[in-house]
């Protein structure tokens, strides 16, 4: 080693300094409580070494990392400025951005609305995406893992069209059980039956709007929740729809919701299809993707596990759930390989005795 650099290649001009003061902003927001941020930040740069002292941060290491960490270091300074409330998952969501050519104050600094004091925004690429295609279309269905936000945001955005008086009314529905709707066995009346089902729409709705009104706007009908077999044989006008569980419609109930829709409404549809209750027979939300692909008007927003805004592990269980099917399908499909190449063996060994 000389001069303080390692014996392995690395010169003094690959190495890189960066040093700026951050004014305007409250150093706790920019690096979290026991500085989180800026662990997450380390995390995201390892080669970088960050210091700082009172309002002046310092980079030093490989150059072009610390000019990354720079631009990184400067877009969370713009969101907080903007009064985002940034998290680890927001610092990780940035760099995934910076490193796509995004701008993270452009993607994550649109509130669609504010409820008692907490801006409702999208965090990632992927949904920024998907709330740009509810704006764009008319029917959007947003398919991904548990807690990418894709009933959450759908609900934020139905919200703000009654606000905006875009919209006269909201109605919300999802399969009020297994695909099949057999309430029968449940004790209590129906509305005991179904309520457990719509429980998480209802919450989301006190969590976005004053829970006081909730209640009116339910009984005037200005907010509709309700199971997907009440949806049938009605024309839904000047509405904003939401259809939630998706996955667990049949083919019959997706054709059925779909054709409700009427003049000055808007429709999101809302799924994850790795996660199937029905007993049989296909799911209405695969087989919407191969009808209705490509269909002007109708957009189709996939979500992943770089979409989840849950806890970190969330993200982590997702993927490992899906490269298990994804081994598991393999599988399948080499037993059936196999199983043909038997049969057609065996068909030929017939042939050549007779």
Known sequence: MADGYP???????????????????????????????????????????VLVRGNRVSLDGPADEVEAA?????????????????????????????DS???????????ILTAR???????????????????????????G???????????????QALQR??????????????????????PGTLTDKIDPYLRPLYDALNEMMDPELVPKLLAAGTVEVAPLAYMRGRTLNNSFVVLDEAQNTTPEQMKMFLTRLGFGTKMVVTGDITQIDLPTGASGLQLVTRVLDGMDD????????????????????VDAYTKYDAEKQARAHERREAHEFANRAERRRGMRKS
């Open 298 to 317: 109708i957009h189709f927003a996939r979500l992943t596990s770089d979409d989840v805004v849950r806890h970190s592990l969330v993200g982590r269980i």
């Open 70 to 98: 720079t631009r990184l270091v400067g877009e969370l300074v713009e969101l907080v400025r903007k009064g985002v409330d940034l998290d680890p998952a927001g610092v990780a969501t940035s760099r995934r951005i910076l």
């Open 7 to 49: 014996d392995d290649g690395t010169s003094r001009a690959e190495q890189g300094h960066a040093e700026f003061e951050v004014d305007g902003v409250a150093m706790v927001r920019l690096l979290g409580p026991q500085d989180r941020l800026l662990t997450t930040l380390e995390h995201q740069y390892p080669d970088v070494t």
């Open 165 to 186: 008086k875009e919209v006269d009314r909201i109605i919300l529905s999802r399969p009020a059980i297994e695909a099949g709707e057999r309430l029968g066995f449940l």
């Open 145 to 159: 893992p548990a807690g990418t936000g894709k009933t959450y945001l759908a609900m934020a955005k139905a919200v």
């Open 117 to 143: 004091g907490k801006a409702i925004r999208p965090k990632t690429l992927g949904q920024k995406a998907y709330v740009d295609a509810i704006d764009e279309n008319t029917i959007t269905f947003g398919i």
């Open 101 to 111: 050519g995004g701008a993270p104050t452009e993607v994550l600094s649109q509130a």
